[in-house]
């Protein structure tokens, strides 16, 4: 794979001293020298004084710290882009609040030719009950209106965007007065995204890149496909992407492929992967997750809806196998997860077990794990793209995993040290814009995760959520600050550095200088997240935080 670079400016041989940098290279480094691009040399302040006068540039860092610029593992963008600068309900408390929003936005944007909101989550609220088509209406003021639940597996809508979609209320889905779902939903997310102006979406695009490259986040996978977005916001956002500095774009398409010809298709988009949202299930929150037992809180029986068998995953990971091409699903329920899995142990049978797990194929979210799908992720070489950040939204004794579910099957959504000692590859994102993105948060979430059994060290979270993503896209050598590395890092403004492990005991002993474990920050529930100062991609700095 080739690099994926703006257009450059020459590179300048950069020396960064005083500070800390996170580097299995080195773990009491306080130096670091970049050149065309990579990491030369990492090392102590003392030896920093022989590369001193031999640079173009040094930055003292006055005790900051350096490390790994972060990878989000599963972004929307351009949704994103839109959430950043449109209607954002994600903070709306009642329902009262969100028809209040919905009312002044419309006012407030009359040349609007669909007004699109997101986040709203009517398990927070008292009414426990999305807005009715009429109550939506009324708010808008008979404007066509697209609000997608915060999964983005359901939405309301307004009368007047279902009078944009024709034949909309036979296709599976479409509910008179309730939250539309499956092929309706889709349809209608079509028509709103395509009242969005080219200019709209690429003012979107930039935002959101914008805003990762604020975070540390240097690179960024973005998981489109014909369910989600349109060929054009894809290839747009490579390309926008590709000619501006800012964060990395590797993109995922989500279309089934049968044989070389729709491999090849995929590749002329520009995307690494048939991967990312192939939808197997939908979601918890829409009820759409495909269970093996019913929703405790859904209709009796309700067990969520399936859209790929095991026989159609393993034709995918076949035919994307023998093509040279990364597959992957989006898979969130345990019958869901038991069908890739099924469907991938197929097509190991057929291609053999070395060449599928050479493939790296992916899963997003993949939830509801079991110790026997936890094991065959292992066997079959699948990465686990995974999403802290939703365990600290729904998960809990009283969150809405629990709810849908109950307790006890709850508890058991997002096993991650499971995984971790099975040897399962982890990448964390954040789904953005149904979590936001946030990466110090997202490690945060996966090391107090609402299931102590479950919890990680912060090291392997930040692992996760650096190196994790890079190995995901089949690349072993990048996400760490090693020399010959791509210098893609981030500096941060943070307290004192720990070393922070679910077990105690463990923390104390790798605090002991002879363990040689470099520390991270203290991401204990309550306490600041570092601050980006600074994001470099490629050697060239993308974001500097104003007045330092």
């Not at 369910?227 to 995922?252: C, H, M, N, Q, W």
């Not at 403004?493 to 105690?504: F, I, K």
Request: proline fraction near 7%; charge should be negative; charged fraction near 20%.
């Amino acid at each position: 794979m080739t690099e994926s670079t703006a257009p450059q400016s020459e590179h300048r041989t950069v020396l960064l001293r005083g500070g800390d940098v996170h580097s299995p290279a080195d773990p009491f480094a306080t130096a670091m020298v970049v050149e065309r691009g990579h990491v030369a040399w990492v090392g102590s302040e003392g030896a920093a004084d022989a590369f001193a006068s031999g640079v173009d540039e040094v930055i003292d860092l006055e005790g900051a710290l350096v490390t790994p610029a972060f990878t989000d593992a599963h972004v929307h963008t351009t949704s994103t882009g839109l959430a950043l600068t449109g209607l954002d309900l994600s903070d709306a408390r009642t329902l009262a609040e969100v028809l209040d929003l919905v009312r002044t936005h419309t006012a407030a944007h009359p040349a609007d030719r669909v007004v699109l909101g997101h986040g709203w989550d009517a398990t927070r609220w008292p009414e426990q009950r999305p807005p009715s088509r009429g109550e939506l209406d009324a708010a808008a003021g008979g404007r066509p209106v697209y609000l997608p639940r915060i999964d983005v597996h359901s939405a309301v809508v307004t009368t007047a965007l279902l009078d944009l979609v024709p034949g909309v209320t036979a296709l599976a889905g479409y509910h008179p007065d309730a939250p539309l779902t499956g092929a309706a939903h889709h349809a209608v997310r079509s028509a709103a995204h395509d009242a969005v102006s080219p200019q709209q979406r690429a003012d979107a695009q930039r935002a959101a890149l914008d805003h990762a490259a604020s975070l540390g986040i240097g690179t960024v996978h973005e998981c489109g496909g014909p369910d989600i977005s349109d060929e054009d916001d894809f290839t747009g956002l490579l390309k926008l992407a590709a000619a501006r500095p800012g964060p990395r774009v590797f993109g995922y398409w989500a279309e089934q492929v049968g044989d070389e010809k729709d491999a090849r298709r995929i590749r002329e988009l520009g995307a690494i992967g048939a991967a990312g949202d192939l939808f197997v299930d939908g979601s918890l929150g829409s009820h759409t997750a495909c269970l093996h037992e019913p929703y405790a809180d859904g209709p009796a029986g309700q067990t969520g809806t399936a859209h790929l068998d095991a026989a159609q995953i393993a034709a995918h990971v076949t035919a994307c196998t023998e093509a040279g091409l990364q597959a992957g699903f989006h898979a969130i329920g345990d019958a869901a997860v038991s069908a890739v899995v099924a469907g991938v142990r197929a097509a190991s049978e057929t291609l053999g077990l070395a060449r599928i797990r050479a493939a790296r194929h992916r899963v997003e979210h993949a939830e509801m794990l079991t110790p026997e799908t936890i094991a065959a992720f292992a066997e079959l070489g699948l990465t686990a793209s995974v999403q802290p950040a939703f365990d600290a939204a729904w998960g809990g004794e009283d969150g809405m995993y629990a709810q849908r579910l109950g307790v006890v099957r709850a508890r058991t959504l997002n096993p991650y040290a499971g995984l971790l000692r099975a040897g399962v590859p982890l990448a964390f994102g954040s789904d953005s814009p149904v979590t936001p993105l946030d990466p110090w948060g997202t490690v945060r979430a996966a090391a107090f995760h609402r299931s102590p059994e479950h919890r990680i060290s912060v090291r392997a979270g930040f692992t996760a959520h650096t190196r994790g993503g890079w190995r995901a896209v089949g690349r072993d050598d990048a996400g760490t600050l090693v020399p010959g590395a791509p210098a893609d890092y981030a500096v941060w403004r943070t307290e004192e550095l720990v070393v922070q492990a679910p077990d105690d005991r463990v923390a104390r002993w790798s605090t002991d200088p002879r363990s040689g474990t470099p520390g991270l920050p203290d991401l204990t529930p309550g306490g600041e997240l570092p601050v980006c100062l600074r994001t470099v991609i490629f050697g060239q700095t993308v974001y500097v935080r104003p007045n330092g």
